[in-house]
């Protein structure tokens, strides 16, 4: 299995600002993914962090708004720029590990903006 | 455009019943995933389902998959409170989770 950390495990903003969210797994793994899950709600994919290149994001989701970083194989941020209220969310990363092909979850950080 | 369905929404169910949570999805998919998630927590993973017909059992849980009715089913053998959390499942297409709407369990003495 593989351990997955996140930072900050929750903060508060104020509209206009970003935050960037940092994510850190114990070992090296294929690939890793940003979800969001906003209040009572399930996950929504942001986009697949790719390491070296650009990330791929899904469709509604754009990368002026969620610029991802994974400059290598354990590692990937994800900031949420120019934050409104609607951006109030749990942010969590995963990552698919290649031996048993299983997708862990990091803690998740919470957002609230105020 | 994969879809994934999940049944009931919410359900309160009382200690020693037995409930069954549906899951469907509409096109072909390469695993199943099934996680717990408790108020304010991660997912914990519970199962993953490869193949057609993969049944796995952990305690009082106990999934099972489909894939040509693009069915799966988690199944709750005497509830206990200690399952009371919200369930969701998620279909691996080209490694990627899209996940069901989640089902909140409540179980009551």
């Known amino acids: 299995s593989a351990v997955i950390s996140q930072k900050p495990s929750r903060d508060i903003c104020q509209r206009g600002t970003s935050l960037t969210i940092q994510c850190q797994v114990d070992?090296?793994?294929?690939?890793m993914f940003w979800y969001r899950q906003q209040p009572g709600q399930s996950l929504t994919l942001i986009a697949t962090?790719?390491?070296?290149?650009?990330?791929?994001?899904e469709s509604g989701f754009v990368i002026d708004k969620f610029p991802i970083s994974r400059p290598n194989l354990t590692f990937s941020t994800l900031t949420v720029s120019n934050m409104s209220p609607e951006d109030s969310s749990i942010y969590l990363c995963?990552?698919?590990?290649?031996?048993?092909?299983?997708?862990?979850f990091g803690p998740g950080t919470r957002l609230t903006v105020t | 455009e994969l879809k994934v369905e999940q049944n009931p929404l919410f359900l309160s169910m009382q200690e020693g019943k037995n409930y069954t949570i549906y899951c469907n999805y509409s096109?072909?998919?390469?695993?199943l995933y099934w996680y717990r998630q408790d108020p304010g927590k991660s997912l914990e993973s519970l199962f993953v389902?490869?193949?057609?017909?993969a049944v796995k059992q952990e305690g009082r849980l106990m999934a099972s998959l489909d894939t040509k009715a693009r069915l799966s089913t988690l199944h709750i053998t005497a509830a206990v409170h200690d399952l009371s959390a919200t369930y969701f499942c998620?279909?691996?297409?080209?490694?990627?989770?899209?996940f069901g709407t989640g089902t909140r369990l409540q179980v009551f003495p």
């Open positions: 995963s990552a698919l590990t290649g031996s048993r092909h299983e997708q862990y």
């Open positions: 096109t072909t998919s390469d695993r």
């Open positions: 389902l490869l193949s057609n017909g």
């Open positions: 070992s090296q793994v294929t690939m």
């Open positions: 962090a790719n390491q070296g290149s650009e990330a791929t994001y």
């Open positions: 998620a279909v691996e297409n080209t490694d990627k989770l899209i």
